[in-house]
């Protein structure tokens, strides 16, 4: 632990140091405005933090949304991943799947919910949308990671051989897997932040977006600034927590 905190101590002064000066600009911006319905105080806001961590509901939206988002996160990772090694055994699928990746990246998330709305539930459409979001992003990582690979060493296994499935679990899953992993904590968190929104404009019952939708309609501006705080406080955990699959990958590409 001591040696993690000493070789990132500048990361760690300056992303302290960076969050000092967002809580004074929200400060200063208050007592500038003085309007809570505009800039909400800092120490109602706090308090109405606290304040979430007592109340049922919240445990239970807060279960809601991140159970929805861990299912659309793996859902995507594990699609991208299969249709990533098809694409890399077929030149053809990869043309295939091409638009349809654009076609995801493209769509307006707004028109997408209003339809899922009418085919789908509203607990059902925010975890669409999140997928329709991370699937492509997921893809375009490995398929990037797939094509910086050795082409020497991809010809060396042409030249011998070496069957497509080895190809697949000897050469290409553990070298596309270090910078896929190294995103993995960024998806997630963007994961997070398009399923909260997704659950805002569809209303979800039960979720952190339909707590922030209750706290803009009924104007309470600290508990909707708490709610976004501790959104901000998940994903940058889930950031973080994710990271450490870097040395699972490391034990592994050793291991082969």
């Not at 091409?98 to 209003?114: M, N, S, Y």
């Not at 669409?128 to 490995?142: A, D, E, G, H, K």
Request: include cysteine.
């Amino acid at each position: 632990m001591k040696k993690f905190f000493s070789s990132r101590k500048a990361d760690i002064i300056f992303s302290a140091a960076a969050i000092v000066f967002m809580l004074l600009a929200w400060i200063t911006a208050y007592y500038s405005v003085k309007n809570q319905y505009l800039v909400p105080s800092f120490s109602d806001s706090v308090k109405s933090l606290f304040e979430c961590f007592t109340e049922s509901e919240f445990y239970s939206a807060f279960a809601h949304t991140f159970l929805r988002t861990l299912s659309a996160f793996i859902l995507s990772f594990l699609l991208a991943g299969a249709c990533a090694s098809l694409s890399a055994l077929s030149g053809k699928f990869k043309a295939f799947l091409k638009p349809v990746t654009v076609l995801f990246r493209t769509v307006p998330t707004l028109a997408v919910i209003l339809l899922l709305l009418v085919w789908t539930s509203a607990k059902t459409a925010p975890q669409i949308v999140t997928f329709l979001v991370l699937f492509p992003i997921i893809y375009s990582q490995l398929t990037a990671a797939a094509e910086q690979i050795d082409g020497g060493l991809l010809q060396m296994a042409e030249v011998y051989g070496v069957s497509g499935r080895d190809r697949l679990f000897k050469i290409y899953l553990p070298q596309v897997s270090v910078p896929v992993f190294s995103e993995a904590g960024a998806n997630m968190s963007l994961g997070l932040k398009v399923m909260i929104s997704a659950e805002v404009m569809a209303s979800t019952y039960k979720s952190i977006g339909g707590l922030m939708n209750s706290a803009r309609a009924y104007l309470e501006m600290p508990r909707l600034a708490a709610l976004t705080l501790i959104t901000v406080a998940l994903g940058l955990a889930l950031d973080i927590a994710l990271s450490q699959l870097k040395r699972i990958n490391g034990r592994w590409y050793v291991g082969n």
